[in-house]
């Protein structure tokens, strides 16, 4: 008999600099070997099983990458992604006003 498992959205961080976007996402209890994760221009999905739950989630993000030199790395249970943007990101500087 199949035990059901309960989706989890695992926490996560997101960020970048001008070159590239790091994501973290936190898989306590996940071995390595059963992460599942895709990468498109603008979007990552994620599905990782466990005994008793199955971390599951798709996130957006703001600037295109390039997902073929991605990078993943899994260590005590945090899975960090690099992910070189497709182009450095180069934006316009707003005066603020006092």
């Known amino acids: 008999m199949s035990k059901e498992r309960v989706p989890v959205l695992p926490a996560s961080c997101i960020y970048h600099d001008r070159e590239k976007y790091t994501i973290e996402l936190e898989l306590p209890g996940s071995s390595g070997e059963d992460i599942d994760l895709e990468m498109t221009k603008s979007t990552f999905c994620l599905k990782s099983?466990?005994?008793?739950?199955?971390?599951f989630g798709c996130w957006v993000l703001a600037h295109e990458i390039d997902p073929n030199k991605a990078k993943a790395t899994f260590k005590n249970g945090l899975l960090t992604v690099t992910a070189?943007?497709?182009?450095?990101?180069?934006?316009?500087?707003?005066?603020?006003?006092?």
Not at 49 to 55: F, G, I, L, T
């Open 49 to 55: 099983p466990r005994n008793d739950v199955e971390y």
């Open 84 to 98: 070189p943007l497709a182009k450095p990101f180069k934006g316009t500087k707003v005066k603020i006003e006092h």
